[in-house]
Each structure stands twice: as structure tokens, then as C-alpha cells.
């Protein structure tokens, strides 16, 4: 029996269409969601052809051959709009140096590929890598010190402490936390305020 062929909606194939602009190799963007090198292939040629409002419409995909040229011509220019826009948001970053670049380009993640925006900018994607691998954000940074505080305050009171004092003595010295962050904090660091049976309170931190 003959498999019917399998439909997408118009969103999806503009998604995939605009994602091919920037990815290395269209095989992989095809691998990535389970689809076929041909169907991008025409999709692009249809997004060309007829532009994004038009997209809907099912559109030609055998191109003549002065289509072809208009066609690839097209595709390259989309590719250098995309490369100026990547450059032009990059700008500020660059001034500043490898690090900051690098903070770009991770942030800009979702918009576009990691690859495209290295080889744009000249940076070492295997460089960019690395960097991102030991990255630490700046909540994170912010929590790790949360974390060193808590345990601090509740040594010193002799694990009496629980979420609400350990709270009020850190809003004392300028930090704005809830007691709830303060109990999730010290749940991940396994801490639990003493009763005055020298047991731990699990029930009330």
C-alpha cells in the first residue's frame, strides 16, 4: 500500500525555510526535523519565487533557467542581509572584546546559528564552544553566593535558623530575598533547622 504523503502547515515550512538560510548544511536542518532535503529545496524556491505573504500559495518549483539565476541570486542576497544583521548587533560586543563577543553570540542563539555567527564574525566556533561549556550566568553567579550566604547564617545559629530567619538576617544586610527562595536554597543544599531536640525540622524550616 502506498504511504500518503506527509503535510506541513505554512508556519513550519516559513520556520524551516528561514533556518536554512543559516545553517551549514541543509542535510543536517533536514535531519533535525525529520524531513527531506528536497521538500527545503522546493520550499525555498516557493519562499523566492513568491515571497513570505505568498508563501501559502503552492507556487512553481521547476524553475527556468533565467528563474534559476534569479533564484540563486535571491538566496545570496538573503544570506548577506542575514550576515548585516548579525555584524550590525555585534558592533557594540566587539568594541569590548573576545568575551563579550562570545556573550552575543550565546545570546543570540534562538535568532541564529552558532555556526553562522562565528564564521560572520571570525571567531573560532570550537573557541566558542569551550567558552560556553565553562560559561556561568549571571543568576547562576547570584544563587552560588545566595547559597554561601544561607549556609553561613545558619552555621553561625547553630542550624537553628530556619527559611524566615535566615530571610529576615539577609534583608537585613541589603538582600531582597523571599523566604520561599530561601527554602528552596537551603532544600538543594540539604540543610534543616534543629528542634530543641537537636533533630532536624523537616517540617519547618
Same mark, same amino acid.
Given at each position: 500500500?502506498?504511504? !500518503?504523503?506527509? @503535510?506541513?502547515?505554512?508556519?513550519?515550512?516559513?520556520?524551516?525555510?528561514?533556518?536554512?538560510?543559516?545553517?551549514?548544511?541543509?542535510?543536517?536542518?533536514?535531519?533535525?526535523?525529520?524531513?527531506? !532535503?528536497?521538500?527545503?529545496?522546493?520550499?525555498?524556491?516557493?519562499?523566492?519565487?513568491?515571497? +513570505?505573504?505568498?508563501?501559502? $500559495?503552492?507556487?512553481?518549483?521547476? $524553475?527556468? +533557467?533565467?528563474?534559476?539565476?534569479?533564484? =540563486?541570486?535571491?538566496?545570496?542576497?538573503?544570506?548577506?542581509?542575514?550576515?548585516?544583521?548579525?555584524?550590525?548587533?555585534?558592533?557594540?560586543? $566587539?568594541?569590548?572584546?573576545?568575551? =563579550?563577543?562570545?556573550?552575543?553570540?550565546?545570546?543570540?542563539?534562538?535568532?541564529?546559528?552558532?555556526?553562522?555567527?562565528?564564521?560572520?564574525?571570525?571567531?573560532? $566556533?570550537?573557541?566558542?564552544?569551550?567558552?560556553?561549556?565553562?560559561?556561568? !550566568? +549571571?543568576?547562576?553567579?547570584?544563587?552560588?553566593?545566595?547559597?554561601?550566604?544561607?549556609?553561613?547564617?545558619?552555621?553561625?545559629?547553630?542550624?537553628?535558623?530556619?527559611?524566615?530567619?535566615?530571610?529576615?538576617?539577609?534583608?537585613? @544586610?541589603?538582600?531582597?530575598? !523571599? =523566604?520561599?527562595?530561601?527554602?528552596?536554597?537551603?532544600? +538543594?543544599?540539604?540543610?534543616?533547622?534543629?528542634?530543641?531536640?537537636?533533630?532536624?525540622?523537616?517540617?519547618?524550616?
Amino acid at each position: 500500500m502506498k504511504q !500518503s504523503k506527509k @503535510s506541513y502547515n505554512n508556519d513550519f515550512k516559513l520556520k524551516i525555510v528561514k533556518l536554512s538560510f543559516e545553517k551549514r548544511k541543509q542535510e543536517d536542518l533536514a535531519k533535525e526535523f525529520n524531513i527531506t !532535503s528536497n521538500s527545503i529545496i522546493n520550499w525555498r524556491k516557493n519562499f523566492i519565487i513568491n515571497g +513570505e505573504e505568498n508563501f501559502s $500559495l503552492l507556487g512553481k518549483t521547476k $524553475l527556468t +533557467e533565467q528563474e534559476k539565476k534569479i533564484y =540563486a541570486l535571491k538566496t545570496e542576497i538573503k544570506k548577506t542581509d542575514i550576515k548585516f544583521d548579525i555584524i550590525n548587533g555585534a558592533i557594540d560586543y $566587539l568594541n569590548k572584546g573576545l568575551p =563579550a563577543t562570545y556573550q552575543y553570540i550565546k545570546e543570540n542563539e534562538k535568532k541564529y546559528s552558532s555556526y553562522l555567527m562565528c564564521s560572520t564574525l571570525g571567531i573560532s $566556533l570550537d573557541s566558542y564552544k569551550k567558552w560556553k561549556n565553562n560559561y556561568i !550566568s +549571571e543568576r547562576k553567579k547570584w544563587k552560588i553566593k545566595l547559597k554561601e550566604e544561607i549556609t553561613s547564617i545558619f552555621i553561625n545559629s547553630k542550624m537553628r535558623y530556619g527559611s524566615m530567619r535566615i530571610a529576615v538576617e539577609l534583608q537585613k @544586610s541589603g538582600n531582597k530575598v !523571599s =523566604a520561599d527562595t530561601v527554602l528552596n536554597c537551603m532544600r +538543594e543544599l540539604n540543610l534543616y533547622a534543629l528542634e530543641k531536640n537537636n533533630k532536624p525540622d523537616r517540617a519547618n524550616l
